[in-house]
Nanobody
Framework: QVQLVESGGGSVQAGGSLRLSCVVS????????VGWFRQTPGKEREGVAG????????????YYTDSVKGRFTISQDSAKNTLNLQMNSLKPEDTAMYYC???????????????????WGQGAQVTVSS
């Protein structure tokens, strides 16, 4: 059974930085798709970034939605099965509950929508004040 456990998040002023971590367990192989999503009350879950983990030709490929490009960075610590989302130059509009997801059910990893993922972390709140 694949499990995702998130940590990090918190409150910060605009321009500050936070880091989210997602520990993934239960996979018997190194290559899988992990997406980061965020959601605010009353809105649909929004894709933020993602990565295809492991090695090989596709390993390490990342993608970012336009609103976070240049500010957010995904990294992977393969030894610890951990994916990190470093968030810099945070803005109030980044305030949301953030989730990591794995277990791609269909389609390509690249900008996969939230409906394509089977497994989810518990969520981490990020609050950015102006």
């Amino acid at each position: 059974q694949v499990q995702l456990v998130e940590s990090g998040g918190g409150s910060v002023q605009a321009g500050g930085s936070l880091r989210l971590s997602c520990v993934v367990s239960g996979y018997s192989h190194d290559n899988y798709c992990v997406g980061w999503f965020r959601q605010t009350p009353g809105k649909e879950r929004e894709g933020v970034a993602g990565i295809y983990t492991g090695g090989g030709p596709s390993g390490g490929i990342t993608y970012y939605t336009d609103s976070v490009k240049g500010r957010f960075t995904i990294s992977q610590d393969s030894a610890k099965n951990t994916l990190n989302l470093q968030m810099n130059s945070l803005k109030p509009e980044d305030t949301a509950m953030y989730y990591c997801a794995a277990g791609l059910k269909w389609g390509s990893c690249y900008f996969a929508p939230y409906t394509a993922f089977r497994y989810w972390g518990q969520g981490a709140q990020v609050t950015v004040s102006s």
